[in-house]
């Protein structure tokens, strides 16, 4: 069979990301440019930390039980050390070091 036969025969795949040592994959929320009481926030402020939603977790972080971390969670994250991710049109996904990680939001259960 020809190699032109073979490529049209293969499924397509889906690339994924997966962080690799003590990160943790994030995709960044949206920038708020209004604040609670109305105030339009110009678009260069400086913010030391950011929140956004776990997408993936590296094996080591999984296993490291010093890390309650999972899939999904919303975190904050100083931005000081991430490496922005070339994957998406809006470039919001993130490999950050887990000690850039600051806190994890947790629903409380009562």
């Known amino acids: 069979m020809s190699e032109a036969g073979d490529s049209t025969k ?3 795949t889906i690339e994924v990301v997966e962080p690799i040592g ?3 994959l994030i995709r960044k929320d949206e ?3 209004v604040t ?3 105030l339009h926030l110009p678009d260069k402020i400086e913010i030391p930390t950011i ?3 776990v997408v993936a977790v590296s ?8 890390y309650p ?3 999904y969670d919303r975190v904050l994250f100083n931005p000081k050390h991430a490496i922005p991710v070339d994957f998406e ?3 919001r996904l993130f490999v950050i070091p887990i000690e850039d990680v600051v806190a994890v939001f947790r629903r409380e259960n009562g």
């Not at 094996?59 to 010093?66: G, V």
């Open 36 to 38: 609670k009481q109305g």
């Open 31 to 33: 920038d708020k440019k």
């Open 89 to 91: 049109g809006d470039n």
């Open 51 to 53: 929140t956004g939603r």
């Open 59 to 66: 094996a080591e972080i999984e296993r490291d039980e010093n």
């Open 69 to 71: 971390i999972k899939r």
């Open 10 to 12: 293969r499924k397509s």
């Open 22 to 24: 003590k990160r943790v």
